[in-house]
């Protein structure tokens, strides 16, 4: 199985203000999928940003954007103007084009602070 | 406008009694996969299935068992529970056809006594 390490597990940020969380993996395949999702307190994973190893360009969703270094195997989720309902378990995700599994990090909590 | 449902939301169960798990998805998915996570951990792939094509992870303990009898459908059958097997269980969907993402369920929260 791929490995995924999120080795950051909790971090904090102003509200306002701009965090990063960091994201690392380790596999032998050149085309695969990355994620970033959020688990809120007692609540569903839903998808933040979804990266295709192919594409050069990194992926962006209104305020959050990927720093995705292929070569460097290393994918980070920047917020930007970081608001309350932002508070959650990131979680950084793999998954190969070729299979079906997708294969988590241990997770970032993050703490917005009013 | 729920589209992967995991009933029940908690489930106490007694140790060593069997217990399943059922997950249920409104999109058609192809592709069903059961999680097991435990507190500040990362989910854990317990098997999925392809259709119905079953594909079971390695270390995933023979007292884990999952069925689906239709497209819509997954069970997770616990066998006989042990206290390590309290855990947040999530089902997942995706569609192999559109690139990547993962529908989750809101999970189903387990306890053994």
């Known amino acids: ?76 989720l920047k917020i930007s103007d970081s608001q309350l309902g932002d508070a959650a378990m990131y979680f950084c995700a793999y998954r190969s084009a070729k299979g079906n599994q997708f294969y988590f990090g241990t997770g970032t909590s993050l703490t917005v602070i009013p | 406008d729920a589209m992967v449902i995991q009933n029940p939301r908690y489930q106490v169960t007694q140790f060593g009694k069997p217990v399943t798990l059922s997950c249920s998805q409104t999109l058609n998915h192809n592709v069903m996969y059961w999680y ?44 006989s529970p042990g206290l390590g097997d309290a855990a947040m269980y999530l089902c997942a969907t995706s569609n192999l056809f559109l690139p990547g993402r993962a529908f989750f369920g809101q999970g189903t929260r387990l306890t053994v006594v």
């Open chain 2, 36 to 79: 097991q996570q435990k507190s500040s951990q990362a989910p854990k792939l317990l098997f999925h299935y392809y259709d119905k094509d079953f594909n079971n992870e390695a270390d995933t303990p023979d007292n884990f068992q999952s069925r689906r009898p239709n497209t819509s459908f997954c069970f997770l059958d616990i066998r």
């Open chain 1, 1 to 76: 199985a791929q490995t995924v390490t999120q080795s950051q597990p909790e971090m904090s940020v102003q509200e306002a203000e701009t965090v990063t969380l960091s994201c690392t993996y380790d596999t032998s395949e050149s085309d695969y999928y990355l994620f970033w999702y959020k688990q809120p307190p007692s609540r569903q994973m839903i998808l933040v940003i979804r990266q295709e190893a192919y594409k050069q360009q990194n992926a962006t969703e209104n305020r959050f954007s990927v720093n995705f270094q292929k070569a460097a195997k290393s994918f980070s």
